[in-house]
C-alpha cells in the first residue's frame, strides 16, 4: 500500500463497538420493578406486622398508635402540620443550597490554592469533632428564633461532606491528564474548567446526597433549640401531651422532605453527569 | 472512497526556511535524578525536522522522564535540549504535542469535542473548532463516530481519537508514549500499520516511546535502545524501509529481522 493511501484501516469498527444499549421505557420500568420489589415487599409486610401487633397487643395509641392510626392523624392534623412542613421545608432547602454553593465553592478555592489549603484543610477536619447539632443553643442566642439559626445549623452540618468530598474530586485527576494538556495550549484555568471540574462532578454530587440526608437533622435540632413553627416544634408541643401519632407524622413529613431532597440532587446529578457510569442497586 | 489525507489540508510539520536550523530534536548531555534515583545519565541524539526516532528500552528506564523534558514539561539537571530552535521549557512546550499511553479522553466529551479541546486551549470558538475538525474524522476511519462518547468506541477507534487531538493541536513535534500499549497484539498491528501511513501522508518531527522493539523499528528509521535505570544510550540503530511494503512484508524482512536482533541483543 502506497503512502498517500487513504487513513482507512479494515478493522471491523462496528464489530468492535461496545455499544450502549439504550434501555427502552418498559425495560425500565421492569428493572426498577426488579431492584425494588425486595424492599418494598419488605417494608409493606414490616408495617402489616406493626398494624397487626398494635391491635392484636392492644397497644395504647399514646405508645404506640398503628400505622393506619399516624395516617389518620396526618389528614386530622394537616391544619398544623401542613404549615410546620413548608416551615421546615424551608429551612431545609434554603440550608442545603447555602451549604453546596459555599461548599463547592471553597473546594474549588481551596484546590486551586495550595497554600491556603495547607492551612485550612487540617482545621476543616478538626472542625468536625465538633457535634454541630450542640451549637444549636449557641445560634439561638446569638441569631434568635426566626429561621437563620436553623439555616445557619444546616448548612454547617451539609458543608463538610460536599467540601471533602469535591475537594477529592478535584484532586483525584490523573497527573497525566495534565500533562497532556500543558502540551496541548491550556492554561491553568483552561486545566481546571475543561478537566478538574468536570472530572470532579460525580464526587461533588456524592458529597451532596450525604448532606442531602442529614439536612433534616440539623433543622430539627435547630427547631428543638428555639423556634414557634415547624416540624421540630410540633413534635416538641406534641410530646407533654402524649399526641404520639401526631409525632410520627411529622417524623414521617421529615422523612419525605429528606427523600425529596434526596431525589432533587439524583435528577440535578443526572442532568448535569449523563456520561456517569449507572449506580447499579441489586 | 473516502478522501485522501493530503498533506497541505491537514498541515503538516513546517519546513525549515532558509537559514534556520534544520534540527528536529537534539539533546546533549541530558541527565536527571529525582532525589538519590538517577533516571537519565548522559542522553545524546539528533534527529533532523520532519524525521521520526523511536525510543525503546525496559521499563523504568525513564523513557517518559525523557519525554516530559523533550516536551517541556521539565528542565533536565544537565545537558541541553534543542527542540526546533526551542531550548528553554516553555518554549518546547509550545512546539511539541504528546500523545499518552493511555488514550486519556475526557469522558463527558464527544469524540470531537475531545479531538479540539486543543483548538478550544487557543481561544478558538467551539463550533469553529467542530467545523475545522470534522473532516480528520473520514479520513481517519471515524466517519458518522463524531457524536460517540469514549466509553461507546473500541479501544482502537479511542487511541485514533487520540492521535487526531494531538495532529490538531497543529504543533511540529508529536510525542508519542506507548502509544498502543493499552491494546491487544491484533489492534496494535493494525494500528502500527494505520499510524505508518498517517505519519507518511502527514510528515512530522515524531518522537516514540515504546518497549516494542519491533513497533520502533517500523515506525521510525532511527532507533535509540536505551538501558535500565540510570537510563543510558546504549545504541543507536538506523532501519530504513520502503516505505510502500505493508507492515507484514517489512516485519518478516530479513533486513528487519537483523536489526530486531540486534536491538534485542543491545537491550540485554
Known amino acids: 500500500m502506497s503512502t498517500g493511501a487513504p487513513l482507512q484501516t479494515t478493522e471491523r469498527d462496528e464489530d468492535l463497538l461496545v455499544s450502549a444499549v439504550p434501555s427502552a421505557k418498559g425495560s425500565r420500568v421492569r428493572t426498577f420493578a426488579r431492584v425494588y420489589a425486595g424492599a418494598l415487599a419488605f417494608i409493606l409486610a414490616l408495617l402489616f406486622g406493626w398494624e397487626l401487633a398494635v391491635r392484636l397487643g392492644h397497644v395504647p395509641d399514646y405508645l404506640l398508635p398503628s400505622p393506619t392510626a399516624i395516617l389518620a392523624d396526618l389528614k386530622t392534623d394537616w391544619v398544623v402540620l401542613g404549615p410546620a412542613l413548608w416551615v421546615t421545608l424551608r429551612e431545609v432547602m434554603l440550608g442545603f443550597v447555602i451549604a453546596a454553593v459555599t461548599g463547592v465553592g471553597l473546594a474549588v478555592l481551596l484546590h486551586l490554592n495550595g497554600p491556603l489549603r495547607r492551612a485550612m484543610y487540617p482545621i476543616l477536619i478538626g472542625s468536625q469533632t465538633i457535634p454541630i447539632v450542640v451549637l444549636a443553643p449557641i445560634l439561638v442566642i446569638l441569631l434568635g428564633y426566626g429561621i437563620l439559626p436553623k439555616l445557619v445549623i444546616v448548612a454547617l452540618i451539609c458543608f463538610f461532606p460536599i467540601v471533602v468530598n469535591g475537594l477529592d474530586g478535584l484532586r483525584a485527576v490523573d497527573d497525566e491528564f495534565i500533562a497532556m494538556m500543558f502540551t496541548l495550549n491550556a492554561s491553568r484555568w483552561a486545566i481546571f474548567r475543561r478537566v478538574e471540574f468536570p472530572g470532579a462532578l460525580p464526587s461533588i454530587f456524592s458529597g451532596m446526597r450525604i448532606a442531602a440526608t442529614f439536612a433534616s437533622i440539623g433543622a430539627v435540632f435547630g427547631e428543638w433549640a428555639g423556634s414557634s413553627a415547624g416540624l421540630g416544634y410540633v413534635m416538641l408541643e406534641a410530646t407533654p401531651n402524649l399526641l404520639t401519632s401526631r409525632i410520627f407524622a411529622a417524623i414521617l413529613l421529615l422523612t419525605v422532605i429528606s427523600l425529596v431532597l434526596f431525589g432533587l440532587v439524583s435528577l440535578l446529578e443526572r442532568i448535569a453527569v449523563p456520561w456517569a457510569p449507572k449506580r447499579t442497586t441489586s | ?268
Open chain 2, 1 to 268: 472512497m473516502p478522501a485522501e489525507l493530503s498533506s497541505e489540508q491537514a498541515g503538516s510539520g513546517r519546513a525549515a526556511e532558509p537559514g534556520e536550523s534544520t534540527v528536529g530534536i537534539r539533546l546533549s548531555g541530558i541527565g536527571k535524578r529525582f532525589g538519590d534515583v538517577v533516571a537519565l545519565r548522559g542522553i545524546d541524539f539528533e534527529i533532523q525536522r520532519n524525521s521520526r526516532i523511536g525510543i525503546v528500552g525496559p521499563s523504568g528506564g525513564g523513557k517518559s522522564t525523557l519525554l516530559h523534558i523533550v516536551a517541556g514539561l521539565m528542565e533536565p539537571d544537565v545537558g541541553e535540549v534543542d527542540v526546533e530552535g526551542a531550548t528553554t521549557a516553555k518554549d518546547r512546550l509550545t512546539r511539541c504535542a504528546m500523545m499518552p499511553q493511555r488514550d486519556l479522553l475526557l469522558p463527558w466529551r464527544t469524540a470531537l469535542d475531545n479531538a479540539i479541546i486543543a483548538l478550544e486551549n487557543r481561544g478558538v470558538s467551539r463550533s469553529q473548532a467542530r467545523a475545522q475538525t470534522r473532516p480528520y474524522f473520514e479520513r481517519f476511519g471515524l466517519a458518522k463516530f463524531e457524536h460517540f462518547r469514549p466509553a461507546q468506541l473500541s479501544g482502537g477507534m479511542r487511541q485514533r481519537v487520540s492521535f487526531m487531538r494531538t495532529l490538531v493541536a497543529e504543533k511540529d513535534v508529536l510525542l508519542l508514549d506507548e502509544p498502543f500499549g493499552a491494546l491487544d497484539s491484533i489492534t496494535r498491528a493494525q494500528m502500527q500499520e494505520w499510524l505508518l501511513r498517517a505519519l507518511g501522508a502527514l510528515p512530522r518531527t515524531v518522537l516514540l516511546v515504546t518497549h516494542d522493539v519491533e513497533e520502533a523499528l517500523l515506525l521510525s528509521k532511527t532507533v535509540v535502545v536505551m538501558s535500565a535505570r540510570p537510563g543510558r544510550v546504549v545504541r543507536t540503530l538506523t532501519a530504513d524501509f520502503p516505505t510502500t511494503a505493508s507492515r507484514r512484508e517489512i516485519v518478516t524482512s530479513r533486513e528487519f529481522v537483523e536489526v530486531k536482533e540486534q536491538a534485542l541483543e543491545a537491550i540485554g
